[in-house]
């Protein structure tokens, strides 16, 4: 007889169910990826912008809050993770809409795994089985996309916005999402810790500094970089409890 009590991820998606419906919690199938679907797009709009804050996915508004924290370490997946993600379908203006953000993800999470960093993403029907869910976050302006960094929460959020989703932008969806997914990882802006435009949190650089990295902002739309796969291989090497600036690295199993 089991005596385990439910996780924080199955409070979560149970009472959504009761208070909207299983509906609310319905996923989109595994996207394929198809060759025509990556589009090269050579002028951006605008340099991509992305947060890491809270917001709340649209097919559970007025539901829960989420809450995010970090504190003074640097967080990592232990090495060999796999990471699992789902797709919400509601929430989006459309279906289309909500397959198209799955298909995104999923070419997003191809571009990381062939880059073979030591953590692989990987796809699953449900949500309870899922370490995040992409899902869209409503309208923030001129923000696309946001993520999170690793964490020991079972149920965390890429967020797809209102304006990623717009025209001049969706054929780019996908490789907002690797900047995104670096996130995932446990990167931070490239300019994280220029005096200019500093971040609330403390960051460490790690490898090369390199401007043309998919972390920073850049109008070309966000490609990975050999010096980000170097560094993303290299910062999984190190042993767990490394001292970077006298900042610890940690480690979490994907929930
Ligand atoms: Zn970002």
New binding site residues.
């Given amino acids: 007889m089991s005596t385990e009590s439910p996780s924080l991820k199955e409070i979560l998606l149970q009472s959504t169910a009761q208070e909207l419906g299983t509906e609310a919690l319905e996923t989109v199938a595994e996207p394929k990826i198809v060759r025509s679907a990556i589009h090269a797009v050579e002028d951006l709009p605008s340099a991509p912008v ?3 804050q809270d917001s709340t996915p649209q097919n559970l508004a007025n539901h829960h809050a989420i809450m995010i924290g970090r504190g003074s370490s640097i967080p990592r997946w232990t090495p060999g993770s796999v990471i699992r993600w789902s797709a919400w379908r509601m929430g989006y203006e459309s279906q289309e809409d909500a397959d198209f953000a799955a298909l995104h993800l999923s070419i997003a999470a191809n571009v990381w795994n062939e880059a073979e960093v030591g953590v692989r993403f990987e796809f699953v029907p449900l949500a309870k089985d899922a370490n995040f869910v992409v899902c869209h976050g409503g309208h923030k302006g001129d923000i696309l996309a ?2 999170y960094f690793p964490n020991k929460k079972d149920l965390n959020f890429v967020y797809v916005y209102t304006r990623g989703l717009e025209l001049d932008w969706k054929n780019s969806l996908w490789s907002v999402f690797v ?2 997914l ?2 995932v990882l446990g990167l931070r ?1 490239e300019f994280a810790m220029d005096p200019r435009r500093l971040e609330r949190h403390k960051a460490v650089q790690f490898g090369e500094a390199n401007p043309l990295s998919v ?1 920073n ?1 850049r109008r070309e739309p966000p490609k990975l970089q050999p010096s980000d796969i170097a560094a993303t291989r290299a910062f999984y090497q190190m042993p767990a409890g490394t001292m970077l600036e006298s900042t610890p690295v940690v480690d979490f199993v994907p929930q």
């Fill in positions: 992305c947060i890491t946001s993520a900047h995104e670096g996130h802006h972390m902002y």
